[in-house]
């Protein structure tokens, strides 16, 4: 799995990280954690509801904070698209689980609750909670009668961040699945929500740059060997008899055809001595309409490997 179409959830990685790391080198982690008192009704430092989530506290935490993104926040992003992922992911989540946050506290304070540490707990449940609603999983297992599937254990790494730090990481957690259950309903319209325009443009131009390519690796539809450099004087690992080896040196070089066609030519005893049939400009026409990205070459071996092993056809080309 790459981060193709997922340029949020891999900025989301990359600041997190470095977050992190810069926090923890100028030891100013003390000043991301969300406490009422006294921080907030005593010093009226509001801005710690909105920064208390962009810092991770310890390494720990930030290893399962990485691996959750990783296998949840790829697949919601791609679900949803880039524009629309933009707006829940990092804005929409972030304020909503910082407003029901600040009212937890509030309402539990009397319970004990006056501590939220630091890190985007909220976030990621907000983000794990779509991701049970919408992925389905891949696959199922039985373990002592029990029926589980694939997601148990991304469950069992939310799980790690909910009681690290109870009861505030709790409140933390519940929070962000409440984001994620409001999001969920459209109770206040926040599906029709979107950034502007101007926004998604200077994001594309000048943010997404910085996080690298996004790009799927390409993937060739062959498997073949790399071309042998028989001039340059190697040693060949070969795993033929001695006798045909000793005479694959002694023999002059080889012609540009495929490694992997001469091998199959020596196993199956074709070739151009065996009187292979050559064939035809219509079918290998016709061919090259069904399988217009396979190479001339592949289609070539496809259409003689027939001709030494008849079979009924299947396609005819169109008057």
């Known amino acids: 799995m790459s981060f193709a179409h997922a340029p949020v959830s891999k900025g989301m990685m990359i600041g997190f990280g470095i977050s992190s790391l810069l926090a923890a080198i100028f030891d100013v982690k003390h000043y991301f954690h969300l406490q009422l008192v006294p921080h907030v009704s005593r010093d009226h430092q509001y801005w710690r509801l909105l920064t208390h989530q962009l810092v991770v506290g310890n390494s720990s935490e930030l290893l399962v904070l990485e691996l959750l993104l990783y296998n949840v926040s790829l697949h919601i992003e791609r679900s949803f698209g880039g524009p629309k992922c933009e707006c829940i992911l990092p804005p929409v989540s972030l304020m909503l689980s910082s407003l029901l946050s600040f009212v937890s506290l509030l309402v539990f304070h009397r319970l004990g609750l006056n501590h939220i540490p630091a890190g985007p707990v909220s976030l990621i449940m907000s983000i794990v909670y779509q991701h049970a609603r919408i992925v389905p999983p891949s696959y199922t297992f039985r373990i002592m009668n029990f029926d589980l599937t694939n997601k148990i254990f991304i469950y069992i790494l939310a799980l790690q961040l909910v009681i690290y730090s109870p009861p505030g990481s709790v ?13 969920r309903s459209d109770f206040v319209g926040l599906k029709r929500y979107r950034l502007s325009g101007r926004f998604q443009s200077f994001s594309s131009r000048f943010l997404v740059p910085l996080i690298g390519s996004t790009q799927a690796p390409r993937r060739h539809n062959r498997a073949l060997p790399d071309e042998v450099n028989w001039s340059a004087g190697r040693d060949v690992v070969t795993t033929a008899p001695a006798s045909r080896s000793a005479q694959a040196q002694n023999s002059p070089a080889p012609r540009t055809s495929s490694v992997l066609n001469q091998w199959v030519d020596e ?26 990205d396979a190479p001339r070459d592949a289609i070539v071996t496809a259409l003689q490997r027939r001709s030494a092993f008849p079979l009924p056809v299947i396609w005819r080309a169109p008057n």
Do not use: D, H, K, W
Not at 171 to 183: E, K
Not at 269 to 287: D, F, H, K, W
């Open 171 to 183: 409140a933390a957690a519940g929070t962000g699945i409440l984001a994620g259950i409001l999001y």
């Open 267 to 292: 196993l199956t005893g074709r070739g151009q001595a065996s009187g292979m049939r050559v064939p035809t400009n219509a079918e290998i026409g016709q061919l090259a309409v069904v399988f217009p």
